[in-house]
């Protein structure tokens, strides 16, 4: 089953003088176990082999489309079997404005990760415990 995790967080901002001001923050994640990423490998690859299904009657397009959906098909599920966690997003306090801040995360990134307090647009710098 898988499983909302919260990591603790160091936010950090330049503050007078170039000194360091830190604050917590929090990543939350989706982990998952065995079971799940051999669900989520088995349906990635059903839905490739149902789009090479559904490409059959495109005329000149399914002489490509088919083997590839096909052969991309065991590729993508064991993209997806390996994919252990998932970040979603990252809530704390912006150091400069003390203004509370959620920053959606894609789970491609990783930390330590650079990005924008929405509220006052000063730079932060997102960094592991």
């Known amino acids: 089953m898988s499983q909302l995790i919260q990591q603790d967080l160091t936010i950090q901002s330049d503050g007078e003088g170039g000194a360091k001001i830190n604050c917590d923050g929090y990543l939350h994640r989706i982990e998952y176990d065995k079971n799940d990423r051999i669900k989520r490998a088995v349906i990635a690859w059903l839905v490739s082999w149902l789009l090479a299904i559904l490409s059959l009657p495109i005329i000149f397009a399914h002489w490509v489309l088919v083997p590839g959906f096909i052969i991309a098909g065991p ?3 064991y993209r997806y079997y390996h994919i252990m966690s998932v970040p979603k997003k990252i809530t704390g306090s912006c150091p400069r404005c003390n203004q509370q801040m959620s920053i959606a995360v894609e789970s491609s990134d990783k930390l330590p990760l650079w990005t924008y307090c929405s ?8 960094l592991e415990k």
Do not use: P
Request: with cysteine.
């Open 75 to 77: 590729f993508i599920a």
């Open 119 to 126: 509220e006052c647009k000063e730079s932060v710098h997102v």
